[in-house]
């Protein structure tokens, strides 16, 4: 197999339609003599060659050189123009050759039909005439870079579309999620709330529900001012996912207060979970910067928490409404507790 380089690389790439020059020819034929004739014929347009023996070295090239045109003689030792073909035709994809415009020759008058079917682009009967063939390769090539600029085309919509999709995606999650905690806001739990209500009524499924309140947060605003604030806030928040499941839903409600939907979770389960979490945040020591140096700083939450199904609660709002009244009564019981509506 030689190669022929009649033009620089950058030249090989025109305007669909425009100059076919610098553009790579494959030629397979056994026939040295036809090689050359080709190869004579075509030299005034500046393309550069690629020569085969033999269909087992065009595949090899293909993958090396990736020819934009492919000049494939019928006959030849081991794999003949008619198999290459089929192969490159079978395997034009993106992940494949690509699209490659092929040309057959034979010395036979017979088999055109077949070449054809199996997606030869032009069919050649030696002896042919070079300025035919000429005016062949340039309408292939023109048909060629006419593809790659479809291709090139339909790449960049796809990109288009992803960075798209992806900026759709950013906006959809910035418009679902906490700011400053980073878990979901009251307005996607509410969407939230809704579906897991809907399934738990229908499959009698045990759902649970929580809301947290930070004990004194004013008085942590007033004392360490409210950047300290805002982390007291990320802390407790990190603590609840951390002492929650997966598929457990946790949102801020609003202020100092998170909430949280446990699916398939009984009473029992429910005021444990609600425990560990009000327990981990007991555990919490933070640092606050003051004027005298850094202060260790504890908190404390209360929880109040609800179950459906349960006589005192027929919807979505009465689950969220009985754990508030929970919460509200463990603030009245002296705070840093967990209670339960029965």
């Given at each position: 197999?030689?190669?022929?380089?009649?033009t620089?690389?950058?030249?090989?790439?025109?305007?669909?339609?425009?100059?076919?020059?610098?553009?790579?020819l494959?030629?397979?034929?056994?026939?040295?003599?036809?090689?050359?004739?080709?190869?004579q014929?075509?030299s005034?347009?500046?393309?550069?060659?690629?020569?085969?023996a033999?269909?087992?070295?065009?595949?090899?090239?293909?993958?090396?050189?990736?020819?934009?045109?492919?000049?494939?003689?019928?006959?030849?030792?081991g794999l003949?123009?008619?198999?290459?073909?089929?192969?490159?035709?079978a395997?034009?994809?993106?992940?494949?050759?690509?699209?490659?415009?092929?040309?057959?020759?034979?010395?036979?008058?017979?088999?055109?039909?077949?070449?054809?079917?199996?997606?030869a682009?032009?069919?050649?009967?030696?002896?042919?005439?070079m300025?035919?063939l000429?005016?062949?390769?340039?309408?292939?090539?023109?048909?060629?870079?006419?593809?790659?600029?479809?291709?090139?085309?339909?790449?960049?919509?796809?990109?288009?579309?992803?960075?798209?999709?992806?900026?759709?995606?950013?906006?959809?999650?910035?418009?679902?999620?906490?700011g400053?905690?980073?878990?979901?806001?009251?307005?996607?739990?509410?969407?939230?709330?809704?579906a897991?209500?809907?399934?738990s009524?229908?499959?009698?499924?045990?759902?649970?529900?929580?809301?947290l309140?930070?004990?004194?947060?004013k008085?942590?605003?007033?004392?360490?001012?409210?950047?300290?604030?805002?982390?007291?806030?990320?802390?407790?928040?990190?603590?609840?996912?951390?002492?929650?499941?997966?598929?457990?839903?946790?949102?801020?409600?609003?202020?100092?207060?998170?909430?949280?939907?446990?699916?398939?979770?009984?009473?029992?389960?429910?005021?444990?979970a609600?425990?560990?979490?009000?327990?981990?945040?007991e555990?919490?020591?933070?640092?606050?910067?003051?004027e005298?140096?850094?202060?260790t700083?504890r908190?404390?939450?209360?929880?109040?928490?609800?179950?459906?199904?349960s006589?005192?609660?027929g919807?979505a709002?009465?689950?969220?409404?009985a754990?508030?009244?929970?919460?509200?009564?463990?603030?009245?019981?002296?705070?840093?507790?967990?209670?339960?509506?029965?």
């Amino acid at each position: 197999m030689a190669v022929r380089r009649k033009t620089l690389e950058s030249a090989r790439r025109e305007e669909p339609g425009g100059s076919v020059k610098g553009r790579r020819l494959l030629v397979a034929d056994d026939d040295q003599l036809i090689v050359s004739q080709i190869r004579q014929a075509l030299s005034g347009s500046e393309y550069e060659f690629v020569e085969c023996a033999d269909g087992t070295e065009v595949l090899s090239a293909i993958r090396q050189h990736h020819p934009d045109l492919l000049l494939l003689d019928v006959e030849m030792p081991g794999l003949g123009g008619v198999e290459v073909c089929r192969i490159v035709k079978a395997n034009q994809g993106s992940s494949g050759f690509g699209f490659i415009p092929v040309i057959l020759m034979t010395a036979r008058r017979t088999g055109k039909v077949e070449g054809l079917e199996l997606g030869a682009d032009d069919y050649l009967i030696k002896p042919f005439d070079m300025l035919e063939l000429s005016a062949r390769v340039k309408s292939m090539l023109r048909l060629k870079a006419l593809q790659d600029a479809l291709m090139e085309k339909n790449r960049e919509l796809d990109r288009a579309n992803k960075e798209l999709e992806e900026k759709r995606n950013e906006l959809l999650q910035l418009s679902r999620t906490d700011g400053l905690t980073g878990l979901i806001n009251r307005r996607h739990f509410e969407e939230r709330l809704g579906a897991e209500f809907a399934r738990s009524e229908r499959y009698r499924a045990p759902l649970s529900c929580f809301l947290l309140d930070i004990d004194h947060f004013k008085k942590v605003n007033d004392t360490w001012g409210h950047p300290f604030g805002d982390v007291v806030l990320r802390e407790v928040a990190g603590v609840a996912r951390r002492a929650l499941r997966d598929v457990d839903i946790l949102a801020r409600y609003g202020g100092e207060e998170l909430v949280a939907l446990l699916p398939e979770t009984s009473p029992e389960e429910a005021w444990r979970a609600a425990e560990r979490v009000r327990m981990g945040v007991e555990a919490m020591r933070l640092t606050a910067q003051t004027e005298e140096g850094p202060t260790t700083v504890r908190c404390t939450a209360s929880i109040g928490v609800s179950t459906f199904p349960s006589e005192s609660v027929g919807s979505a709002d009465a689950l969220v409404q009985a754990a508030d009244d929970c919460l509200y009564a463990a603030k009245e019981g002296g705070r840093n507790q967990v209670r339960q509506a029965v």
